[in-house]
């Protein structure tokens, strides 16, 4: 309850950045705009995100006789869970991890790399399932896709008020309102990050709420505990190579050679905190 809250003030301040700089463009017609601009992206998204993000992690659709385990698994958790069997595919990678994606649970689909698949024990793997059916039946993934594009159409706005500023003039009703050159410098920089900050946030918070979810639907939250722990120490050594756009879809935030992230800007809160809400305490 208390992430949902947190989710909904974060989007409701998402959602009011966007028209406050609406409003500094065009007044009434630009926050219009900012509403026209978020309604297309978010149309967009709701309809192709999940064929995108399979395209992107390369995954492909498996089938019951190559691997009746995970179907098992997974129709198991949907039944407990009170929704649709998702389409199961799989990714060719040896780093382990797994996601979820579709605009509503009867157009969802899991996918699990055969990293995961090696790694752990049938238990493991119905705890991350169950994490991933918990963003399924609770919306994240249309939650996830309705941020990524409003934080987007803050970025866009934002460039379009520096550049027209600066070349043309044609983007605000008084140049002097805003204090001409520097504030609209400020605003290309710090409007696009005050909405990457939030919607890090918002993505951290429902991954709290899925594992709850997901501990509610197995009713043994030591089994995703303990996929969490083999997955964070494993991907260090078998890094993932994921487009950034795409991190936050998956169970755990892959690393990639190279990457180090802070708590500010990682789409994931630490592994060792959500270990620690799932069972009260951290592996040693």
């Not at 950045?17 to 149309?43: D, H, P």
Request: glycine fraction near 8%; aromatic fraction near 8%.
């Amino acid at each position: 309850m208390l992430n949902n809250l947190k989710t909904t003030v974060l989007l409701a301040a998402l959602t009011g950045l966007l028209l406050v700089i609406g409003e500094t463009w065009r007044g009434q017609s630009g926050m219009e705009f900012a509403l026209v601009i978020a309604a297309v992206m978010n149309l967009g998204s709701y309809f192709f995100s999940d064929k995108i993000a399979l395209k992107t992690s390369g995954a492909q659709p498996i089938s019951r006789e190559e691997n009746p385990r995970i179907y098992q698994i997974v129709e198991r958790l949907a039944a407990k869970a009170n929704v649709p069997v998702p389409k199961i595919y799989w990714i060719p990678t040896d780093s382990p991890n797994a996601f979820a994606t579709g605009r509503n649970p009867n157009h969802a689909s899991v996918a699990v790399t055969r990293g995961i698949l090696e790694l752990c024990d049938d238990e493991e793997i119905e705890g991350v399932l169950a994490h991933e059916l918990g963003h399924v039946r609770n919306r994240d993934i249309l939650i996830s896709a309705v941020v990524a594009t409003v934080a987007g159409a803050i970025t866009l706005l934002a460039r379009m008020i520096y550049w027209g500023e600066l070349f043309t003039g044609f983007g605000g009703r008084d140049r002097d309102r805003g204090g001409g050159i520097f504030s609209m410098l400020a605003m290309l920089i710090l409007a696009p990050l005050a909405a990457t900050l939030i919607q890090l946030a918002i993505s951290r918070s429902r991954e709290y709420e899925a594992d709850h979810t997901g501990a509610e639907i197995t009713g043994n939250p030591m089994g995703l505990a303990r996929a969490l722990d083999k997955i964070d120490k494993y991907s260090k050594r078998l890094p993932m190579q994921v487009s950034p756009s795409m991190a936050h879809i998956y169970c755990a935030q892959p690393l990639t050679t190279g990457q180090v992230f802070s708590g500010l800007f990682s789409t994931h809160p630490p592994i060792p905190k959500r270990i620690e809400r799932l069972i009260g305490r951290d592996f040693v």
